[in-house]
């Protein structure tokens, strides 16, 4: 007789609470069994085994309560997968190469766990893909949503050519996030307005490239978290923080907290149907609301942050996703077109 299939895998890091806890709830009281897996204990503490035997394959899990068998996961939440700790006496090459080896050694056991049948939120390929911040604007373009003027580079000519372009109004972000948690603790690059004394010091552009946009005026921004075609939606107001009118999350405490906030039915749609093109499950959505009520589309993070809507907004993020954890693998995930909460 095979085994349930009734553990879920939550794979994040040592410094990442509360949502975890949170879908860990959610999923013990539908009858699933979560585990929660921190990435950067492997391969120090943690044991993971991918093999391959004449036409079979099997994956396990070493955990302090013994062995689990890929066959008796349900589904994967890759919530995190940060790198390694590794010991810092390692050399440089060594280290450099233990991280390769690490990652790939993970690589193999989720896609071990993904040929046994687990489902994933969000599948690993596809959000690798959504990454890819340009891939997103196209579909979001191409789905009928307002995007910023957008450019990508390297090259400080082109960056002084786009500041006229935009007459002036422009801001500067990274391609990929820092930040690891709620909590923070890791570096982190906040959109910054450019003006015309930044134009001079763009030497830096050797070093990374770097996203430029024409800057949108706000009435307020909105993080939605889509989740199985559904849009839990917070309002948050940054106007009144000269720290955090370009960036929300440079403002003090008090300065701004998040609110409910409401979609019109066909940008909600339109996000649905960009998460789901993108072939994602889950996706937390930046948008900002101009002052004449247009919705302007500015990215998707496939692993973006979620906890504070449903911590200060008692938003049932964690429910849907443990909702769609347990779902069976094939079934479809209900769709609630417009459904802004």
Same mark, same amino acid.
């Given at each position: 007789?095979?085994?349930?299939?009734?553990?879920?895998?939550?794979?994040?890091?040592?410094?990442?609470?509360?949502?975890?806890?949170?879908?860990?709830?959610?999923?013990?009281?539908?009858?699933?069994?979560?585990?929660?897996?921190?990435?950067?204990?492997?391969?120090?503490?943690?044991?993971?085994?991918?093999?391959?035997?004449?036409?079979?394959?099997?994956?396990?899990?070493?955990?302090?309560?013994?062995?689990?068998?890929?066959?008796?996961?349900?589904?994967?939440?890759?919530?995190?997968?940060?790198?390694?700790?590794?010991?810092?006496?390692?050399?440089?090459?060594?280290?450099?190469?233990?991280?390769?080896?690490?990652?790939?050694?993970?690589?193999?056991?989720?896609?071990?766990?993904?040929?046994?049948?687990?489902?994933?939120?969000?599948?690993?390929? !596809? #959000? =690798?893909?959504?990454?890819?911040?340009?891939? +997103?604007? /196209?579909?979001?373009? %191409?789905?009928? *949503?307002? &995007?910023?003027?957008?450019?990508?580079?390297?090259?400080?000519?082109?960056?002084?050519?786009?500041?006229?372009?935009?007459?002036?109004?422009?801001?500067?972000?990274?391609?990929?996030?820092?930040?690891?948690?709620?909590?923070?603790?890791?570096?982190?690059?906040?959109?910054?307005?450019?003006?015309?004394?930044?134009?001079?010091?763009? !030497? #830096? =552009?050797?070093?990374?490239?770097?996203?430029? +946009?024409? /800057?949108?005026?706000? %009435?307020?921004? *909105?993080? &939605?978290?889509?989740?199985?075609?559904?849009?839990?939606?917070?309002?948050?107001?940054?106007?009144?923080?000269?720290?955090?009118?370009?960036?929300?999350?440079?403002?003090?405490?008090?300065?701004?907290?998040?609110?409910?906030?409401?979609?019109?039915?066909?940008?909600?749609?339109?996000?649905?149907?960009?998460?789901?093109?993108?072939?994602?499950?889950?996706?937390?959505?930046?948008?900002?609301?101009?002052?004449?009520?247009?919705?302007?589309?500015?990215?998707?993070?496939?692993?973006?942050?979620?906890?504070?809507?449903?911590?200060?907004?008692?938003?049932?993020?964690?429910?849907?996703?443990?909702?769609?954890?347990?779902?069976?693998?094939?079934?479809?995930?209900?769709?609630?077109?417009?459904?802004?909460?």
């Amino acid at each position: 007789m095979p085994p349930a299939r009734d553990f879920v895998l939550l794979l994040t890091h040592s410094a990442d609470h509360y949502t975890v806890d949170r879908v860990a709830q959610e999923l013990s009281r539908r009858g699933a069994h979560p585990l929660r897996v921190d990435t950067d204990d492997f391969p120090a503490e943690l044991e993971l085994s991918t093999s391959l035997a004449g036409e079979g394959s099997r994956v396990a899990l070493h955990t302090a309560g013994g062995e689990l068998r890929g066959e008796e996961v349900r589904a994967v939440w890759l919530r995190r997968v940060v790198p390694p700790r590794l010991d810092e006496e390692l050399e440089p090459a060594w280290r450099e190469g233990c991280l390769r080896e690490s990652q790939a050694a993970l690589d193999g056991f989720l896609d071990g766990l993904a040929a046994a049948g687990c489902r994933f939120i969000n599948p690993q390929e !596809a #959000g =690798l893909a959504a990454q890819n911040k340009l891939h +997103q604007l /196209r579909q979001a373009r %191409a789905l009928g *949503l307002e &995007v910023p003027a957008t450019l990508v580079t390297n090259d400080a000519a082109r960056v002084r050519s786009f500041f006229d372009q935009v007459r002036g109004r422009m801001v500067a972000k990274m391609l990929t996030p820092l930040s690891q948690s709620m909590e923070g603790g890791q570096p982190f690059v906040y959109t910054s307005a450019i003006g015309p004394e930044d134009l001079k010091e763009l !030497a #830096g =552009l050797r070093h990374s490239p770097m996203v430029f +946009q024409e /800057r949108v005026d706000k %009435a307020r921004e *909105l993080r &939605v978290a889509v989740v199985g075609g559904r849009c839990f939606v917070g309002a948050i107001d940054a106007s009144r923080s000269e720290a955090g009118q370009v960036d929300w999350r440079r403002a003090g405490p008090g300065e701004c907290r998040w609110e409910p906030g409401e979609l019109p039915a066909e940008v909600a749609v339109r996000l649905e149907r960009l998460v789901a093109a993108l072939g994602l499950v889950y996706g937390a959505v930046d948008l900002i609301v101009t002052p004449d009520g247009r919705h302007v589309f500015l990215e998707v993070n496939p692993g973006g942050e979620w906890g504070m809507l449903e911590r200060d907004l008692g938003l049932p993020i964690a429910a849907a996703l443990a909702e769609a954890l347990v779902a069976e693998r094939g079934a479809p995930l209900t769709t609630h077109a417009g459904d802004s909460l």
